[in-house]
């Protein structure tokens, strides 16, 4: 196939940048099924962790996959957000269990960060809510 003024290597970025925004939507479509699913369900917060840390472990899985088969890969962005929203013990599971993503530069930063944040979140609404059972039976 012959190029016409760099054409073909314009019509490849373009198709990989639709194939990154198709995975993209497919991941954040299932992400957000996940949040309205575990709101009508009761203990919402315990199903929402136990959503997004299966998707998380999933996602990794299918990433090393995708790595290995040569196919279009989950961006680090994707799997960066997914442990942000409280999937990042799946995602500590998922890169021992797949050895994926343990080694990489600078994920590995930003991952720790990311579960650092969900942390001290968590620690703060632990308190809070202790701080205010402690003001309301006063």
Known sequence: MRCIAGLCFVADL???KT???RINQLCYSLLVLSLIASYYIFHSFWVW???A???TVLLYGADKY??????????EKTLLLFGL???WPGGVIA???FRHKTQKQPFKTW???SVIVNVVVLVGLLYQSEWLEQITTL
Do not use: C, K
Request: cysteine-free.
């Open 85 to 87: 929203v409280g999937g």
């Open 14 to 16: 373009w198709i990989r």
């Open 66 to 75: 995708a790595a290995r088969s040569g196919w279009q890969r989950v961006p």
């Open 19 to 21: 194939d990154n925004m």
């Open 111 to 113: 991952f720790a960060l």
């Open 49 to 51: 962790l136990l959503l």
């Open 53 to 55: 840390n299966t998707l």
């Open 95 to 97: 890169q021992q269990l």
